[in-house]
């Protein structure tokens, strides 16, 4: 081999470290770009926090003037009596007393509500007045006392107990007694009556009959027990969540829902929980779109990387970072103009801004026309990808890692003719 040959051999040689350190220092430099870009998203979570904090206080401005979650707890009759019982060892009749707490053998809850939404700066919060009509029996058993007593006797002083977790929010309420009109007394849990009408004998019952109008905000919910129970909310809020014992018939339209509960032996231990729930959070969605702030920068840059490794283009480092940038203020514009107009479209306004500036720019440094097309099929396809996972919780996952896993095919399909130990001396023509 003449000298010329081993000369030009050691060229080709050379000149294959440095492209292969080139590639090498252009992958770490894309690798520090993207930890970089991640920064303002630390920012973006923090003030998204924030946002969510100031909706709290505007929250409980409103609520603490109102009421908060409503609860109806334990409705009970305590029936106080005593009995004689004969002592044959020491021949004569001593007197035992005792206390009785009855729950109701029949119990019927049913509420019908108007929902009113009230402002407090850039926030609505709905609140709703309930009206409640609960209905009930109690039933003394005929066998509270052994069979050998005699005198039993059940005093004027039966108490009938209904728990309320925000009585001070009930602004009407009125109690009847076997239909006759009583005079409630209201407490800080609830409500109490001292029953002196008549006495209760064994095997004998009381109906009572409890009228009520609810404050309340967010949620409604029954935990009392009952032998035999059934609950009937009809309201106008078009978006409720029930927990807790599930209805057995419900009707949920653009303009209300209906729902009915049926139940046997029911334990105080046991709730069922009416939700009127705000079907889009901005903050909660922003914050879920935040996170997918990493995969679409990746695939922005990678795309870029690919463009540059295919075609005659070359990108900057600094071009690289400045076209990571309208990536993180996305999420800024995003948060800021949803508490406006509502998610979708200032999902779809930041998204149209933020491809706009890049292609505009992409253009700007050199690229082609079908090079920035590509860019910006790319960047709105991803945008697109993103809000239908963001709308769909149920198949988030699925749709993910399907779109990964294709976006992962494309990438390895087109560059799978890529001379890597020479691609960034020579990129393919376009």
Known sequence: ???????????????????????????????????????????????????????????????????????????????????MVYDAKEKKHTRLDHQLTLVPSRLAISTTDEIETRKRGIFEIPIYKARLVMKGEFRLPKDIVPGDATEIQTPLSQN???????????????????????NVRRTPEGFVLTFSERTIKPGESVSFEFHALLNGYRSLE????????????KSKWPHPSFQGQLPVEQKITPEGFEARWKLIQVQATQSLTVGFVQPVNVYSQAERALKYSFLITTLVLASLFLIETLWKLRIHPMQYLLMT??????????????????????????????????????????????????????????????????????????????????????????????????????????
């Open 222 to 233: 029954v935990r009392t027990a009952a032998d035999d129970f059934e609950a009937h909310v």
């Open 160 to 182: 009938l107990r209904m728990g309320f977790r925000n009585s001070g929010a009930i602004s009407e309420f009125d109690l009847k007694i076997d239909g006759v009109q009583q």
């Open 1 to 83: 081999m003449s000298h010329n040959e081993n000369t030009h051999e050691a060229s080709i040689q050379t000149s294959k470290k440095t492209i292969r350190s080139s590639l090498f220092l252009k992958l770490l430099g894309l690798a520090t770009i993207l930890t970089v870009s991640l920064i303002p998203g630390c920012f973006t979570n923090s003030l998204i926090r924030d946002r969510q904090n100031y909706e709290a206080e505007a929250i409980s401005s409103i609520v603490g003037n109102w009421a908060a979650q409503q609860e109806i707890g334990a409705v009970e009759f305590v029936v106080p009596y005593h009995y």
């Open 325 to 430: 940038l309208p990536l993180s203020a996305f999420y800024v514009l995003l948060l800021a103009t949803s508490e406006q107009i509502g998610f979708a479209a200032a999902y779809a306004g930041a998204s149209v801004a933020v491809v706009g500036l890049l292609y505009f720019y992409f253009r700007g440094i050199g690229a082609t026309g079908s090079q920035s097309n590509t860019l910006v099929l790319i960047l709105g396809t991803l945008k697109a990808l993103i809000y239908t996972m963001l709308s769909s919780e149920d198949f988030a996952l699925l749709i993910g890692s399907i779109s990964l896993f294709l976006v992962l095919a494309a990438f390895m399909m087109m560059t799978r003719k890529v001379d890597w130990s020479n691609s960034m001396a020579r990129p393919r023509e376009s």
